[in-house]
């Protein structure tokens, strides 16, 4: 099956560009994640690493947060959240990755997830659609209105126009079905995208549709069953379709309170290895790393609960350092691109090659030549030693070949290097590059210090010109077998057959880590070496000069594989002696490391400034109860209220009791009652006012932090006070004893969740079978997953109120909370978003409540809280706190009638108060050629805090952590003094701010390599 649109096509699995089948080897880099100052060194980054392709969402919120303020270029919000660092310059992003000679993919939704806000739409449209991810009317206009304003975009830089753009992806994940919705989308895109392939991400329901499914997975180390899988189903459906994972896992976000670097601890680079080669080998042919850098979250535009940091524990870190997995995806990712065209003409075949050892998982890719790629996998705790089968034929001859314990490797059998008369029968060392020009071909092979290697290569009268540390176990019948051992040392073998000469180099893993490609220059030249990073290239036919940057290890030998003759090398500017080896092959010594020279110095100032905020007096009247969203408040983060209400002198000494229930709030409040803190906490708060509640006025602040909404997309959870508050507690009944039984829900080509959760008809049905019960089983709580849950209440309404909560538990973006309907005498009555009054729903005597749970990860022990009153009163609300709009945090803010003191302060009767901390620190530069990515490291307890570096945003603090150390952009750093404000939310009785500092994350040292011809 071909489908052919302009000179972009999808054909036989493959994407097509120009006639020619390419591997998309990618990488997820997020513009609005990094700081644009930083997109050139982040991009060039993951173009040194191999990858040909970057992708990335394209957040409908970070362009439109105010409906029609469309926000395109350096523009931003007047917002105490905003940055100056990051842009919303999407057009200057796709041209440097087109700068850069790679592809992009445009990822415009209209749902992204990504751990960001409402999964990318904007807040206003809650007050506008009833149902997000649908067909609903209201929804797809206002996505037709955002896709008519940014595709434009994608097709004016799509490839045929000249740009990058090789794929569009419409909305991401919706792993329910509802074709239509989706068939709706693409239709809508194509009206302005009319030239490229279109494809969604985790929707297996497109099967027969002109849309391209891709998939994603994040395996648990070390169990691949359910990934291979998933990948063997995959590679069956959409015959001829291109088959890619659009999002493999190169890490994991971290939430609040988790650990780190992610929620699901550290994730070993040998993992990721496995995953990318074991899908290769299977018969993917398009890889997508996300995140291969996942940068910071800017201001509140993350999901629900998740930290300022998106670091991931990606390749490329936060702070801009390379990680160990970096170095992993580079080696797969350099043998792609070099063989991408011998690849490209193979397709998986199960079982032709056989491994003769136990615990050897063999995948292989064949050509129809005979030629394979072998992916050889070992997730066992030692290293395992086999032979292979292949048509008969075992290899290697002599030796076996060494898999890493929990590694996988690549091995090459029968491959003819084309238009040569090469052909390597077999490897047992891992290929990481072939290089060609002319009758020159040089291959690099790699394995681990001390492994022995053995390789065989056919090729008409075969001579040998050339060992150095190779070893020939003999020549005959065209063929020489070569054995060697990998060292610290690079290997050389030379063979010639003719005018033609094949140059093996032979390396240690750790020096193919540090192997560098340049293929912006007109002859692509490689150096095998010790060196950290290599930058920028730049020069003429007569000269390259390239930007290496060094660390402690980088020092070393530099074997330089270069077609152009070399006539010279200067190192920093001065002359470097460089000898050819042989051929193609060129040597130097680097001299120069990183040896602990000092970047800059920095100092913290001692005395800071303090200030507290008075409680707010004049703010908006609202409804009791109503979200931020409906009353124009359309930015998460802080808003305080201030409810004013009356109780009577006769209430008040007649009440039993002074229980107050802040029933539901998103997301996190302190709560004071006439002056005296009550409490602290997400979501409801349940405390004994006593000390604080009098008869007559009494007044209820409340500062509120909104962390965001769920990444969802599907499911509305409103910001700010969104229940009742309640007074006089009756009784609180644990609903214990339940009915459960399985309902299968409809998923399918014509499903869509979000109408589901709006109308549940197959549940009501469910309900109102006789047959539900007979087969249901007795359970103590909501325990048993996804499911209907049944049983009979009794109640005895005499005016009081009956809550409904299912538990304390963080409703969010992948914390433990159910997306679940609640039912009551086979009544629909919503979808669970927090404690819900029932009251209205119930009959005094029996009644029937029922649950369903469409999603849960853990037990919910539901309760029915039963209060005698509803407080009523005058609810006003103010956004943002007083400093946070009177800008407190910037720079030049006059806090010199502040009060001053040093480090550390405790707050022992601010609970609930917001208070301004302000100082500096120092930056004194040391010499300009060293590196070295600033961190803020704030130590504090009993606080949630913002933290801005010279009035710009940097990052959110909350008290269970886990982040304490907040990368500091360089592009809002200068030399001198720098400003440091913070706004701390104290939250706790005992508070303290222990400690503000401002640390070096890691440092390397920036030279020049000069290479003349």
């Known amino acids: ?27 997820e880099v997020h513009y609005f994640r990094v700081p644009k100052g930083l997109w050139l060194d982040r991009l060039l980054k993951a173009k040194r690493a191999g990858l040909n392709c970057i992708a990335s969402y394209i957040a409908w919120n970070w362009h439109e947060p105010v409906e029609n303020a469309l926000l395109f270029g350096d523009s ?8 100056s660092a990051f842009s919303r310059d999407l057009e200057s992003y796709i041209k440097l990755v087109k700068q850069l000679g790679m592809y992009f993919i445009a ?90 392939p279109i494809v969604t991400n985790e929707d297996w329901h497109v099967e027969g549709t002109p849309i391209i499914n891709t998939i994603d997975d994040y395996p648990i180390p070390w169990s691949t069953q359910g990934f291979d899988n998933k990948v063997r189903s995959y590679v069956k459906t959409q015959p001829g379709m291109l088959k890619m994972f659009m999002e493999l896992e190169g890490g994991w976000f971290t939430s609040f309170g988790g650990p780190m670097p992610t929620n699901r601890g550290s994730f070993p680079a040998e993992w990721t290895e496995i995953l990318i080669k074991s899908a290769i080998g299977m018969g993917v042919n398009g890889v997508s790393i996300y995140m291969f850098h996942g940068g910071t979250n800017p201001g509140y535009y993350t999901g629900k609960y998740i930290t300022t940091s998106y670091d991931y524990e990606a390749p490329i870190r936060e702070w801009g350092e390379l990680s160990k997995r970096y170095y992993t995806i580079k080696r797969i990712a350099l043998l792609v691109k070099t063989l991408n065209d011998f690849i490209a003409r193979t397709r998986p075949v199960e079982g032709a090659v056989r491994a003769t050892t136990r615990g050897v998982d063999v995948f292989t890719r064949i050509a129809d030549d005979g030629a394979a790629l072998v992916v050889l996998r070992n997730l066992g705790e030692t290293p395992r030693f086999t032979r292979l089968v292949y048509s008969g034929d075992v290899y290697p001859l002599y030796t076996s070949v060494r898999v890493a314990e929990r590694n996988a490797k690549i091995v090459l059998l029968n491959y003819r290097i084309a238009d040569t008369p090469f052909k390597v029968v077999y490897t047992s060392s891992e290929p990481l590059m072939l290089l060609r020009n002319g009758g020159d071909n040089v291959l690099i092979v790699y394995g681990d210090v001390l492994e022995v290697g053995e390789m065989a290569i056919e090729a008409p009268s075969i001579a040998i010109e050339h060992l150095l540390g190779v070893e020939l176990l003999g020549v005959e019948n065209s063929r020489a077998v070569l054995r060697y051992a990998h060292g610290g040392e690079d290997r050389v073998a030379v063979l010639r057959s003719g005018e033609s000469r094949l140059h093996v180099v032979i390396i240690s893993r750790e020096r193919a880590d540090r192997t560098w490609y340049i293929d912006e220059v007109e002859k692509p030249f490689a150096l095998v070496s010790n060196v950290y990073f290599i930058g920028k290239a730049s020069g003429s036919s007569n000269a390259t000069s390239l930007q290496l940057e060094l660390d402690e290890k980088s020092c070393g030998t530099i074997t330089i594989v270069s077609f152009n003759p070399i006539a010279s090398a200067d190192v920093g500017g001065k002359p470097a002696r460089v000898e050819r080896v042989i051929g193609p092959m060129y040597r130097l010594y680097l001299g120069e490391c990183y040896r602990g020279e000092e970047a800059a110095k920095v100092s913290v100032d001692a005395v800071w400034r303090v200030s507290e905020e008075p409680l707010p007096q004049e703010a908006l009247v609202i409804e009791p109860k109503a979200p931020l969203e409906t009353v124009g408040m359309l930015f998460n983060g802080y808003a305080t209220y201030r409810i004013e209400f009356e109780l009577p002198d006769e209430v008040y000494r007649g009440l039993s009791n002074r229980v107050l229930y802040v029933s539901y709030f998103n997301d996190y409040a302190t709560v004071l009652l006439n002056g005296v803190p009550l409490g602290a906490g997400y979501h409801s708060l349940e405390v004994d006012a006593s000390r604080a509640l009098r008869p007559g006025r009494n007044t209820l602040d409340v500062v509120l ?4 909404h769920t990444n969802d997309g599907i499911v509305y959870i409103p910001s700010g006070i969104a229940g009742d508050i309640y007074l006089e507690k009756v009784d609180e009944v644990a609903l214990i004893g339940w009915r459960y039984t399985r309902v299968e829900i409809p998923y399918g080509r014509g499903f869509s969740l979000s109408m589901f959760l709006q109308n ?56 433990p909370y159910p ?51 509803i407080v009523s009163g005058v609810w006003k609300v103010k956004l943002y706190t007083r400093g946070l709009e009177e800008g407190w945090y910037r720079e030049a803010f006059d806090d010199s009638k502040w009060i001053s003191t040093p480090l550390p302060i405790a707050f022992e009767n601010s609970m609930g108060r917001v208070v301004w901390i302000r100082g500096s620190f120092v930056l004194e530069p040391g010499r300009g050629d060293v590196m070295a990515p600033l961190k803020l490291v704030f130590n504090a307890s009993g606080v949630r805090a913002l933290l801005y570096i010279n009035g710009q ?26 400003s440091i404000a913070v706004m701390l939310h104290v939250t706790s009785y005992r508070a303290y701010l222990h400690s503000i500092s401002v640390e070096p994350y890691s440092q390397s040292l920036l030279l020049s390599l000069t290479i003349s011809y």
Not at 8 to 20: A, H, P, T, W, Y
Not at 705 to 708: H, I, L, R, W
Not at 969 to 978: A, L, R
């Open 107 to 196: 990822r415009p939704g209209p749902y992204i997830c990504s751990e960001w806000d409402s999964g990318g739409h904007p807040n206003w449209l809650y007050q506008k659609v009833s149902a997000l991810r649908s067909l609903d009317e209201g929804y797809t206009r206002y996505v037709e209105k955002w896709y008519s304003t940014v595709l434009p975009v994608i097709e004016r830089y799509s490839l045929p126009s000249g740009g990058p753009i090789v794929l569009l992806q419409i909305e991401n994940e919706y792993f329910w079905g509802d074709v239509p919705y989706l068939l709706k989308l693409y239709e809508t895109a194509r009206r302005y995208v009319r030239s490229l």
């Open 953 to 978: 945003f940097l990052g959110r603090y909350v008290d269970e952590g886990p982040q304490r150390e907040f990368y500091i952009p360089e592009t809002i750093v200068k030399s001198g003094v720098n």
């Open 819 to 869: 997306r679940a309907l609640v039912f009551i005498n086979k009544r629909f009555v919503g979808v669970y978003r927090g404690p819900m009054d029932v009251t209205e729903h119930l009959n005094d005597g029996e009644n029937e409540l029922a649950i369903a749970v469409e999603w849960t990860p853990l037990q919910h022990c539901p309760t029915l809280k039963i209060y005698k009153r």
């Open 760 to 815: 549940p008809k197959e549940l009501l049905n469910a309900l109102s079978d006789p047959r539900t019960v007979e087969r249901a089983a007795d359970t103590t709580s909501i325990d048993m997953g996804a499911g209907l849950y049944v049983k009979t209440i009794t109640v005895r309404k005499d005016g009081n109120r009956f809550i409904l909560d299912l538990g304390k538990v963080m409703y969010g973006n992948y914390y």
């Open 76 to 83: 931003s919000l007047n917002s105490p959240y905003e940055s």
């Open 705 to 708: 932090e909104s962390t965001g």
């Open 1 to 27: 099956m071909v489908m052919v649109l302009s000179n972009v096509c999808v054909e036989d699995n493959f994407l097509c560009i120009d006639g020619k089948k390419v591997f998309l080897f990618c990488g």
